[in-house]
């Protein structure tokens, strides 16, 4: 959430426009009904939300439901492991471009400090939550500190993931030039810890595994960019407010919230996801460059 453009002044949604626990747990159990069975809090930063536990509370609780994560910065991840984990949360993401400080500052543009992340991620591990940790590759910016994050990670059992700079949103001045790209990445790594591919583990993974051969653990590279997986995602998404996205990129929502203030019944509420997801004919990234096409923010819209 860059501060140019949520500062101090910024207008935020009013509370009675948010979606409630309720009506989040109610479009949980119908995507659930319809096959879905993981479940991610992102954002945004989902730890803002008051009772951010409670809710993982009511939605570790939906039958059906295998795989219960959250995707957060870490800021508040120190203060809030313990919680989320007696809650029923599975496991955690957290967002983390740097450790150098001042390069840190450079990619999160918030003003966030790199300890209380790294204090956040230790947090979890103590409390027994399964971290793995996003970094996005900004070609000029951060490339420098892949090794140090692959070396941290390795030390701490972390597992980190590599995502390709991406032109998500209106506001990060994306430039093509400025992608690293996933095989530049997994040669970088290469040369100092030898690697081998992991097959994919589940049908729609967006990330290829790679093992190190010392046993040291593994990474990923998400390859949006130069290698794009639209055929093969898997994944809705819905905004705070109640539209429904059916990818990263989109534009413009679905809105589920005015059907579930309608007083829908369930089966209605299935329906209106299932043709929402049939119906779906996005392929920004393999159309990326054809065509112009205004895109959500990724502060709006969730990873």
Known sequence: MPVEVFGPGYQ?????E?????EIVRITQAAVDLGVRKVRLTGGEPLLRRGAS???????????????????NGVLLS???????????DRVTVSLDALDPEVFAKMNGVGAKVDRVLSGIESAQVFGLPVKVN???????????VLPMVRWARE??????????????????????EVVTAEEIVALVGNEFPVEKIEASYPGEVAQRWRFRDGGGEFGVIS?????????CSRLRISAEGKSFTCLFSSIGRDVRKLLRSKAGEEELREFLAIGWVARK?????????RQQTKAEMSYIGG
């Open 135 to 145: 970094m996005v590759v900004q070609r000029g910016v951060n490339e420098g500190e």
């Open 54 to 72: 409670d809710l993982v509370a009511l939605l570790s609780a939906i039958e059906g439901v295998d795989d219960l994560a959250m995707t957060t």
């Open 156 to 177: 701490r059992k972390v597992t980190l993931r590599f995502i390709e700079f991406m032109d998500v949103g209106e506001t990060n001045d994306w430039k093509k030039g």
């Open 224 to 232: 949006s960019v130069s290698q794009p997986f639209c055929r093969d």
């Open 12 to 16: 935020f949604l009013p509370r009675n």
């Open 282 to 290: 996005d392929r920004y990234s393999e159309e990326r460059g054809l």
């Open 18 to 22: 948010i979606l409630t626990f309720g």
């Open 79 to 89: 203060h809030r492991a313990e919680a989320l984990k007696l809650a029923g949360l």
